[in-house]
């Protein structure tokens, strides 16, 4: 099984709504990122889950909280969003050694915010 | 800090010919990992091809090769007898070999158009 898994695919939601997005994957791998994307550009870098450690883009506002409750396992808390937040959410997974191999990407989830 | 840069925005070629996207980087690095991600109109990144910078033989995979010129930090993707599923952003990524963490750097895109 080399998938990254998402869910849901897509999401509407109000700016006072708490909504969360799920990714998994059953690769064994250690890592996993969340990244937001917004059309037409690269993804940027959220979050890196890594060997039970939380890191976090400094640039990333408090109203994203990720959580992750097992190896395989990596939700993204939604909470009090603006319009702007409107992206494409992306979660990736790597093998996350030394010597490590390329992150997988999952499908994605497209929120919008309203 | 490292840098990618790719300097085609958006590119057009007929199907069944050769296109080739240009990729730059920059870093101080000497191991490290290159990548070519395509994402379709369905959005989901999908790798195409992975160099090793210490391997001086470039990779190839099907249709798709590269040419890795490390002194030049160049990492170009060659895309042979192109098919109207080709269609995509390509993304180039950097990645530092060793680290705990496996950030990887993408330059802004090259919009491929295959035309049928």
């Known amino acids: 099984d080399t998938e990254v898994t998402q869910t849901p695919k897509h999401l509407v939601m109000g700016m006072t709504n708490k909504k969360s997005l799920k990714c998994e994957q059953h690769?064994?791998?250690?890592?996993m990122y969340w990244y937001k994307q917004k059309a037409k550009k690269p993804p940027e870098l959220m979050f890196v889950y890594s060997y039970e450690k939380l890191s976090i883009n400094e640039s990333v506002p408090s109203r994203f909280s990720p959580e992750c409750p097992n190896s395989s396992l990596l939700n993204l808390h939604l909470h009090a969003l603006q319009p702007e937040d409107s992206a494409l959410y992306l979660c990736a997974s790597s093998q996350g050694l030394a010597g490590v191999e390329s992150q997988y990407f999952g499908p994605g989830t497209r929120l919008t915010v309203l | 800090a490292q840098t990618v840069t790719q300097s085609q925005p958006e590119m057009s070629v007929q199907e069944a010919e050769t296109v080739t996207l240009s990729c730059t980087y920059d870093?101080?690095?000497?191991?490290?990992?290159l990548f070519w991600y395509k994402q379709p109109p369905s959005r989901q990144m999908i790798l195409v091809i992975r160099q090793e910078a210490y391997k001086q033989q470039n990779a190839t995979e099907n249709r798709f090769s590269v040419n890795f010129q490390k002194a030049a930090k160049s990492f170009s993707l060659k895309i042979s007898d192109s098919q109207l599923g080709d269609t995509a952003m390509y993304f180039c990524?950097?990645?530092?070999?060793?680290?705990?963490?496996?950030?990887?750097?993408f330059g802004k895109g090259t919009r491929l158009h295959i035309l049928p």
């Open positions: 690769m064994g791998h250690r890592a």
């Open positions: 870093t101080s690095e000497s191991n490290y990992y």
């Open positions: 990524a950097f990645m530092k070999h060793g680290g705990r963490d496996d950030k990887i750097i």
